[in-house]
């Protein structure tokens, strides 16, 4: 497999080029999702370790930003490269490590790879500016100022369990391209598959200690990590909870955040259902519903609703549940907390009278796809974001009243219209409170050089390729003051 990792069980962090170049006396077990079946150890790291692995990256990060952009480029082509040489062997990793379907596994190491090659071609384009003092009222012409893009200097990226090679990646690269030391933090499930990431660049040919890796107890090491005053920026996705928690202790490092949603497709009279009952469904069970963008309630017009649930049921009624090893769309949930809080929110809306179609049943940490009809305002289903397989339709008379219930949540990542008419669909696009509206689609990520965003609990920031790769870098002017005459 790669050259550096041993297939054993303990998988090392990397700390200057080195594989287990941080030795630690304690490790923590990583366990299947499927079977709880051991998988391997990952090291646990104490607050030294930390302060090493961040020096290492402080004093390496200058001469990686004064690299030129095309070999660092070339670099980031390379790792794409092997990263899809290697993907058969990576879409079983994930399977087992995080309980992702194996056409699914196989999707996110393709769309890494893509990502990584259009990043180190759009980082050939961060080009500096020239601007003349005398398009200003009052100067003459006689200053010049040259505003550069440089790198901000070590980077902190901290990624999800749900996407732990995908979501690394579109930190990793960004980061680097532009000039920065990387300081990754993989999610505790997930880090075997994203710690193969790592060493994937550290074979393209990253220089040593331009991106480390840090494994340990977020409860031991997250605060320390977080405000360590070596650390210039925060690339995080994960929980609205813990992304409050590290803007609140952070200051005044800038921050790059991808937190929590509770997406709403809303459906109205003219739409075509069949093609919107096929986008919910795919938007809102596939992975297991283990995403931030997945469809996560259904605002319809009562006049319709009818059939757009039944039609919604019956799709999801043909949903495969199962290994994610077989030809499946609904897996076993990343662990037994997550279920029960699934279980939680359908348990509310059962007591208070929400209209059950199918599911609502559970072994062990596997929860069926569960649809329930008649969702009203009072039930946690309308608010709540459930992370799992169930999805509530809630039933609306008006437009408005489903721009209403749509920006009532604390969340705005983003929502889907369904309409043949364009002037309602961009209409209700105006006016929601979110980052993206999808007209005629389910709500995603994607492509990835779109601009994707979160307003309100959702996210700090603009991610996308090039929006990244600025929001990692920041402009340096430097002001030429001449006589502009000759005596």
């Known amino acids: 497999m790669f050259s550096k990792i041993k297939k054993d069980e303990l998988y090392q962090n990397v700390y200057n080029g080195i594989w287990g170049g941080i030795k630690t006396d304690e490790n923590i077990p990583i366990y299947a999702p499927l079977d709880n079946s051991f998988i391997g150890y990952i090291q646990k790291y104490s607050k030294n370790d930390v302060d090493?692995?961040?020096?290492?990256?402080?004093?390496?990060?200058?001469?990686?930003?004064?690299?030129?952009?095309?070999?660092?480029a070339a670099i980031l082509h390379?790792?794409?490269?092997?990263?899809?040489?290697?993907?058969?062997?990576?879409?079983?990793l994930l399977c087992k490590e995080i309980c992702k379907d194996k056409k699914?596994?196989?999707?996110?190491?393709?769309?890494?790879?893509?990502?990584?090659?259009?990043?180190?071609?759009?980082?050939?384009?961060?080009?500096?500016?020239?601007?003349?003092?005398?398009?200003?009222?009052?100067?003459?012409?006689?200053?010049?100022?040259?505003a550069t893009y440089v790198p901000l200097g070590v980077v902190l990226a901290i990624s999800p369990f749900n996407y732990p090679i995908n979501l690394s990646a579109s930190k990793i690269a960004p980061a680097l391209i532009a000039g920065n030391s990387v300081v990754f933090k993989p999610p505790t499930q997930g880090s075997i598959s994203a710690l193969h990431l790592a060493q994937i660049f550290n074979e393209a040919g990253i220089p040593p200690g331009i991106l480390n890796t840090i494994t340990g107890s977020s409860s031991e090491i997250g605060d320390y990590l977080v405000t360590h005053p070596s650390i210039n920026f925060i690339n995080f996705t994960g929980s609205t909870k813990i992304g409050r928690h590290i803007a609140k202790i952070a200051e005044m490092v800038p921050l790059l955040m991808e937190l929590g949603g509770k997406d709403a497709a809303i459906v109205l009279e003219d739409a075509d259902l069949e093609d919107a009952s096929s986008d919910i469904v795919s938007g809102a069970f596939s992975y297991s519903g283990q995403r931030c963008t997945a469809v996560k309630r259904v605002l319809v017009?009562?006049?319709?609703?009818?059939?757009?649930?039944?039609?919604?049921?019956?799709?999801?009624?043909?949903?495969?549940?199962?290994?994610?090893?077989?030809?499946v769309q609904i897996t076993p949930l990343i662990d037994n907390k997550a279920a029960d809080f699934v279980q939680e929110l359908i348990d509310d809306a059962v007591q208070k009278g929400g209209k059950l179609l199918i599911g609502n049943k559970r072994e062990g940490n596997l929860i069926y796809p569960t649809l329930f009809?008649?969702?009203?305002?009072?039930?946690?289903?309308?608010?709540?974001?459930?992370?799992?397989?169930?999805?509530?339709?809630?039933?609306?008379?008006?437009?408005?009243?489903?721009?209403?219930?749509?920006?009532?949540?604390?969340?705005?990542?983003?929502?889907?219209?369904?309409?043949?008419?364009?002037d309602k669909a961009f209409y209700i696009a105006s006016k929601l409170d979110v980052g993206t509206v999808q007209i005629n689609n389910r709500t995603e990520r994607g492509p990835d050089h779109?601009?994707?965003?979160?307003?309100?609990?959702?996210?700090?920031?603009?991610?996308?390729?090039?929006?990244?790769?600025?929001?990692?870098s920041r402009p340096k002017a430097i002001v030429l003051n001449f006589e502009n005459k000759i005596e």
């Open 301 to 327: 017009m009562e006049t319709v609703a009818d059939a757009l649930s039944e039609m919604i049921r019956k799709k999801v009624e043909e949903l495969k549940v199962g290994s994610p090893f077989e030809d």
């Open 104 to 146: 699914s596994s196989l999707s996110e190491i393709q769309r890494t790879a893509d990502f990584i090659r259009f990043t180190a071609d759009e980082g050939k384009h961060l080009y500096g500016t020239a601007i003349s003092s005398d398009s200003f009222p009052g100067y003459k012409k006689d200053k010049l100022s040259f």
């Open 52 to 72: 090493r692995t961040i020096d290492n990256s402080k004093k390496t990060q200058v001469a990686w930003s004064e690299t030129p952009i095309n070999e660092r």
């Open 450 to 472: 779109f601009p994707f965003l979160g307003v309100k609990s959702s996210g700090l920031g603009t991610q996308g390729i090039s929006y990244s790769i600025k929001a990692m």
């Open 78 to 92: 390379k790792a794409a490269t092997i990263l899809e040489d290697h993907k058969e062997y990576l879409a079983e």
């Open 373 to 422: 009809d008649y969702v009203t305002k009072d039930m946690r289903l309308a608010w709540e974001e459930p992370f799992g397989p169930v999805l509530p339709i809630m039933r609306v008379k008006t437009i408005q009243e489903a721009i209403d219930i749509a920006n009532r949540s604390e969340y705005g990542l983003q929502s889907s219209v369904f309409t043949k008419n364009i």
